[in-house]
């Protein structure tokens, strides 16, 4: 038993051997700390044996290391496989953009047994959309499961959702925030309702509606949580079905 014990404690103190950490701070586009947000480091390649699968690919993470930035915005992150890491934080509660999402994220090497110090990450500013999905006929209360997305893409992004952060008796108000001054479409899909925009014209599978982007949130496009909604979607009906 003493035996597999010390050969236990060998191989634990040989794999912390291999790992280093990030330390940095999180930052606004006007230079103010960041704090709360939710700093992820994101695995690209590593050189460490059993970290990557075939061809050098790392494997899938579906929960990537993360650490919340402090009052004075910085964040540590330990114990990672020496690699290439991307950066992307998000503080779903605010209107900063997460890097990953909109711009150009932070991409650094972690050594083995070293410290990446110093790392600044810059989180703009954006504008909040808000977008108000009316049911007057009660159908998505009444459904099994809602499955009305909104969403828009960006770059490399697939496909960046839109939150709901209120529901009532005839619909439910999401929010989205984007890059201000940027045209985008917003993309609206769902495989059990029919649906159309504010004017009633009909919204077929990946239907979508084009938003021209405001240069300020007083432009009239973004709204504040709780104001009138600037973009509307109608549910006006289910699928196969009158």
């Not at 390649?45 to 402090?70: D, I, K, M, N």
């Not at 994220?105 to 009316?134: H, N, Y």
């Not at 004017?199 to 949130?217: D, E, F, H, T, W």
Request: proline share 9%.
């Amino acid at each position: 038993m003493k035996k597999l014990a010390v050969v236990f404690l060998g191989v634990t103190m040989g794999a912390l051997a291999q790992t280093g950490r990030i330390t940095g701070t999180v930052t606004d586009d006007s230079g103010a700390a960041v704090a709360g947000a939710a700093v992820r480091a994101s695995l690209r390649s590593s050189v460490s044996p059993g970290v990557t699968g075939p061809g050098g690919a790392p494997p899938f993470f579906p929960f990537p290391p993360v650490a919340a930035s402090t009052a004075t915005g910085g964040f540590e992150i330990d114990n990672l496989p020496a690699g290439k890491y991307t950066l992307c934080v998000e503080k779903p509660e605010s209107t900063l953009l997460d890097p990953c999402l909109w711009t150009v994220p932070v991409t650094l090497d972690v050594k083995a047994g070293a410290t990446a110090s110093g790392v600044s990450v810059v989180m703009s500013q954006g504008v909040e959309l808000s977008i108000r999905v009316q049911d007057g006929q009660g159908l998505l209360a009444n459904a099994a499961a809602d499955d009305v997305r909104v969403g828009t893409s960006y770059g490399r992004s697939t496909f960046i959702p839109a939150m709901v952060y209120a529901r009532d008796a005839t619909g439910k108000t999401m929010k989205l925030v984007v890059p201000p001054g940027l045209p985008l479409n917003l993309k609206v899909t769902s495989a059990s309702f029919t649906l159309a925009d504010a004017k009633g014209n009909a919204l077929g599978a990946g239907g979508q509606i084009p938003v021209a982007g405001p240069p300020a949130a007083a432009a009239g496009i973004a709204a504040p949580v709780g104001g009138p909604p600037a973009i509307t979607v109608q549910v006006t009906g289910t699928v196969g079905k009158p």
